[in-house]
Antibody
Framework: EVQLVESGGGLVQPGRSLKLSCVAS????????MTWIRQAPGKGLEWVAS????????YYPDSVKGRFTISRDNAKSTLYLQMNSLRSEDTATYYC?????WGQGVMVTVSS | DIVMTQSPSSLAVSAGDKVTMSCKSS????????????LSWFQQKPGQSPKLLIS???TRETGVPDRFIGSGSGTDFTLTINSVQAEDLAVYYC?????????FGSGTKLEIK
């Protein structure tokens, strides 16, 4: 059974940093590109970042480019999202996904 | 950026009805190189994570009931649900993966009368 389990969310002040993790199991992690998607409360889905299976290339929308960094440790089957200079508009549930499978999501709240 | 426009924003139907929802992209999603439309449909039930229903515009994921049908090409796409069930209560999103940034439509909320 495929599992994606996110952690690391919480309440953080604007301008501070937070690092999310996603531990994968049930599939060969290093064969898959991985992606973070977020969903602000009561809103739709927004793509946040993607990374190739080797970690050699990463992709971001302008809204997070330069502030967020996606990375992975294939030996640990773990995906990461380093979020710096957080803003109130980054408040959302963050999902780890390989598209056909999604984690349960982790809530990030940016507020003073 | 490719803009994805979904309509209607919500609809209410009775169990057993046929439902059609639309997704339009601001640019063609057809890849002549790979001969496919780079469009997916996701279902998000209340309180749950999204679930991939359909990729390449019309290819159902394993385990997805055959009442869910994706169609369309280029810039116009449709998700049809034949004989809607109560369990289909959800928000449905389309998403393009033709080019970065990946973009989603704003969703169609399906309510069951």
């Amino acid at each position: 059974e495929v599992q994606l389990v996110e952690s690391g969310g919480g309440l953080v002040q604007p301008g501070r940093s937070l690092k999310l993790s996603c531990v994968a199991s049930g599939f060969t992690f290093n064969n898959y590109w991985m992606t973070w998607i977020r969903q602000a409360p009561g809103k739709g889905l927004e793509w946040v970042a993607s990374i190739t299976n080797t970690g050699g290339s990463t992709y971001y929308p302008d809204s997070v480019k330069g502030r967020f960094t996606i990375s992975r440790d294939n030996a640990k089957s773990t995906l990461y999202l380093q979020m710096n200079s957080l803003r109130s508009e980054d408040t959302a549930t963050y999902y780890c996904t390989r598209w056909e499978d999604w984690g349960q999501g982790v809530m990030v709240t940016v507020s003073s | 950026d490719i803009v994805m426009t979904q309509s209607p924003s919500s609809l209410a139907v009775s169990a057993g009805d046929k439902v059609t929802m639309s997704c339009k992209s601001s640019q063609s999603l057809f890849s002549s190189e790979y001969q496919g439309n780079y469009l997916s449909w996701f279902q998000q039930k209340p309180g749950q994570s999204p679930k991939l229903l359909i990729s390449l515009a019309s290819t159902r994921e394993t385990g997805v009931p055959d009442r869910f049908i994706g169609s369309g090409s280029g810039t116009d796409f449709t998700l049809t649900i034949n004989s809607v069930q109560a369990e289909d209560l959800a928000v449905y999103y389309c998403e393009q993966y033709y080019s970065y940034p990946l973009t989603f439509g704003s969703g169609t909320k399906l309510e069951i009368k």
